[in-house]
Each structure stands twice: as C-alpha cells, then as structure tokens.
C-alpha cells in the first residue's frame, strides 16, 4: 500500500457525516491480501473511526462488519452514506448516491463522485429571479427575491431537522437567475454553472434553536454599525415569516431600527418561545456583525451545503416561480 493510499485512508479518521464516517477508497490489490483493511468504528465512540488490519483468514473480517466497521478496498462512492443517513455501508452506490452527496445532476464516475458539468440542467424557473436594487444587485439593504429564494430552499432543506425559518445574508448572492437562456439550455433553464454563481461559496447549513428574542436581535442587527461600508443588510426570510421594519438612514449611516408585528404562519412570534431556525455559517458565525447568530448556545445540527439545498430546491419544485417581496412590510 502507497503513501497515497495511507493519507486517504486516514481521512476515514477525521471526516463524520451524519453520524457516519466518509470513508474513502485504497486501492485494490491484484494479489489477495494476507489482511483486510478495515476502518473500525468503536460501537462506544462511533465516530472515532480508525484504520486497522485484520486477519483475511478466519472470522475477523466478517465478525468487524457484522457491527459496523467496512472494508476500505471498496469504491469510493460505496462510502457514502445512505441516503437515510444510518450510517451503513452501501454496496449499491450509484448516481443517487451522489446526488444524495453533492446534489442534483451529481454522477458516479469510475467510484468518484462527480459534481455536475457547469452547463448541466439542474431546475427550472418561471421569470428572472433578481437582487436588490436597481440594477439588481446594486443594493443589499432591501428585500429581494433572491435572497428570499435561498431562505426557502434552506428551510425546505433542513426541514427534517425542524427548522421552521431560515434566513439568507445579501452578500452570499452574487448574481441574478436569468429567465433567458445564457447558452442553448434554454429559456427558463438553470444550469449548474448558473446555480454555482449564483451562490458560490459553499457554506455549510446550520439549524440551532433560538428564542422569539434572539431573532428579533438578529433581525434589529440589520442595521449595521456606522464603520461598515452599506448601512443596511436586508436578511432574506422564508416563506410563512413576516415582520414590519422602519429603519432610520442619515448621511449613509443607519441610526436607528425598529422590527414589529413578528409573525411566523400569521402567530405572533413570542419572544420567550423556542423556534427551530436555518442559518449559513457565515452567519451563524456572526458574520456580516450578526452577532446574535453567532452567539446562539443551542446545538447545531448540520444541514449540508448550501449549494446543495438550492440545486435540490430547483431539481423538486421546477419550474419555481419569483419568491414574493412582501414578507417584510416596511413602514
């Protein structure tokens, strides 16, 4: 076995998804090995996945795979967990696996998962989708269609988790989605590249539970503090979660916020009540000074990549139509 093969091998050690290990492929001996390699996950410590090597003879091999562990000489798309997330081996893998990994249009290809190429199909939708201002994207301090777009698609995607409400920072959308056609996929076509610059970082989804207070604090941090270069940053919000805003900007400056009239499916928010919400991690870092996101004590579950919600997003509810710019009402 190469050097190369022993680092791959040790990412088994360190890399947990859903519960699991992502486990990656060495390669395969022409010759039967007088041991197996196996990463052994501790039924005590699950996710403290080691490498080891056990006897080919015997009852070892089937005895470490009857409780969990796996034979590492398997594909590395075999690695991926089920799409149930259970954590068990997949000898089945194939392009849903990958798709289930990195997101709609995802293939397997010689045991690698591939992401799609950039002029890939990946959704459909029924008219521009824009950014703030005029021209779109000149202005992060307003509500906008495509910001509300990713707080939909993050809230359908971290669903199972529980997540109720998601929010979207502007400054994670760097382009429109454009009705016309950008190549020959044709008008109204999302392409893979489309999506991947539309939003192209690659954060991962955090759903953590807050108070009725905390995302009041949130949004009242909209208004930035006077050092920054835009006054205000308009938070995308997903659908069902509305609220009134008045906000006060003075010489470029925001000097002052009021957020009112906090509603989730038409209920009054209650600021000591607990609900389930979807970030980024940008924000849940506090980033963009979203300070109260980023000092949420509750435990984060992950969600994935953002990329990947609004591609499956796109991929399920095609053709989707321009999200409505009226869940936040400004007075």
Request: proline fraction near 7%; charge should be negative.
């Amino acid at each position: 076995m190469t050097m190369e093969d022993r680092l791959l091998i040790d990412i088994c050690r360190i890399t947990a998804i859903a519960a699991s290990c992502l486990l990656v492929a060495a390669a395969v001996s022409a010759a039967p090995p007088a041991k197996e390699d196996v990463c052994h996950a501790p039924p005590e410590d699950p996710l403290n996945t080691q490498y080891i090597q056990v006897g080919a003879k015997g009852g070892a091999v089937s005895a470490h795979l009857n409780h969990g562990d796996w034979l590492v000489t398997e594909e590395m798309c075999d690695a991926i967990p089920d799409n149930d997330c259970d954590g068990a081996p997949d000898p089945a893998a194939d392009d849903a696996d990958c798709v289930a990994q990195l997101g709609f249009g995802a293939t397997c290809i010689s045991g690698v998962c591939e992401p799609p190429a950039p002029d890939t199909p990946i959704g459909t939708i029924t008219a521009d989708i824009l950014r703030g201002g005029i021209p779109p994207g000149s202005d992060r301090g307003v509500e906008s269609q495509a910001g509300n777009l990713v707080a939909d698609a993050q809230q359908w995607q971290t669903s199972a988790n529980g997540a109720e409400i998601a929010f979207m920072n502007p400054g994670g959308v760097r382009s429109d989605l454009t009705f016309a056609q950008s190549g020959t996929e044709g008008d109204g076509v999302v392409t893979f590249g489309e999506a991947f610059t539309f939003q192209p970082f690659n954060n991962t989804l955090v759903t953590y539970q807050m108070t009725g207070a905390e995302i009041i604090s949130a949004l009242e941090e909209q208004c930035q503090p006077a050092f920054t270069s835009r006054p205000f940053l308009h938070l995308g919000v997903s659908s069902g979660f509305t609220y009134d805003l008045s906000k006060t900007i003075v010489a470029g400056q925001c000097t002052g916020i009021t957020v009112s009239n906090v509603k989730l499916s038409g209920v009054n928010l209650n600021p000591l009540g607990a609900y389930i919400v979807t970030v980024n991690s940008f924000l849940a870092d506090g980033g963009d000074n979203f300070d109260t996101f980023g000092m949420v004590t509750s435990p984060r579950i992950d969600g994935g990549i953002d990329l990947q919600a609004l591609i499956n997003y796109l991929g399920t509810f095609g053709p989707v139509a321009p999200p409505n710019t009226d869940r936040v009402n400004e007075l």
